[in-house]
Each structure stands twice: as structure tokens, then as C-alpha cells.
Nanobody, 123 residues
Framework: QVQLVESGGGLVQAGGSLRLSCEAS????????MAWFRQAPGKEREFVAA????????SYANSLKGRFAISRDSAKNTMYLQMNGLNPEDTAVYYC????????????????WGQGTQVTVSS
């Protein structure tokens, strides 16, 4: 069974930091492609960052480079998203995903999704 469980969301002031975690079942963590997406109210799901080949390759949304960092801990079957310099535009539900597709930034590349964790940034 493939399971992805996000945690670490919450309320933070602008300029603050949060680290999200995605605990994955062993089967989920075996997928070559894992990623974070986010969805703000009234907006489409948006690519944040992806990790391929056990973390040896990473990619980011251009607008988030330098502030967000994706990483994996294979021993814990957990993926992380470190978010720094948060601003109110980062407010969204953040989802982790696992899949076998070829396009890291496209939601269609992912077969499995977590339930999401809410991140709210106050001004």
C-alpha cells in the first residue's frame, strides 16, 4: 500500500520558516520521483519542488529557488521541504506526491498524493 502523510504545517509570521515532512510508506519511497506541490484557495495546484533518483537530482519552481529546499532521508522514508523567508503568497495547502512520470513539474507525473498540510503566513 502506498501512503504519504504530510506534517509540519501551521501558522507563521512573514519572514519566518517552516519545515514540512512527508512520511512515506516503503513502497511510496521507492518511486524515483517525489515532489511537493501547493494549492492556494481558488487557484490551481502549483509545482514547488521535486526530487529524483533518491535525491541525487532536484528541481524547483523558478519563483521559489533560493527560499525552499527539498531533501530526503532514506533511512526514515521521509521527504522534507525547508521553507525560509515565507510571505503571505506562500499560504496554501502543501501536498507531497510520488510517481513514475517523466515531467517533475506536472501533476500528471504522480500517481500518489498525500492529504496535504496547511501553511498560513500572516503579514
Amino acid at each position: 500500500q502506498v501512503q504519504l502523510v504530510e506534517s509540519g504545517g501551521g501558522l507563521v509570521q512573514a519572514g519566518g520558516s517552516l519545515r514540512l515532512s512527508c512520511e512515506a510508506s516503503e513502497r511510496a519511497f521507492g518511486y524515483s520521483l517525489m515532489a511537493w506541490f501547493r494549492q492556494a484557495p481558488g487557484k490551481e495546484r502549483e509545482f514547488v519542488a521535486a526530487s529524483r533518483f533518491s535525491g541525487r537530482a532536484t528541481s524547483y519552481a523558478n519563483s521559489l529557488k533560493g527560499r525552499f529546499a527539498i531533501s530526503r532521508d532514506s533511512a526514515k522514508n521521509t521527504m522534507y521541504l525547508q521553507m525560509n523567508g515565507l510571505n503571505p503568497e506562500d499560504t496554501a495547502v502543501y501536498y507531497c506526491a510520488a510517481g513514475s512520470g517523466s515531467s517533475p513539474s506536472h501533476p500528471g507525473s504522480y500517481e500518489y498524493w498525500g492529504q496535504g498540510t496547511q501553511v498560513t503566513v500572516s503579514s
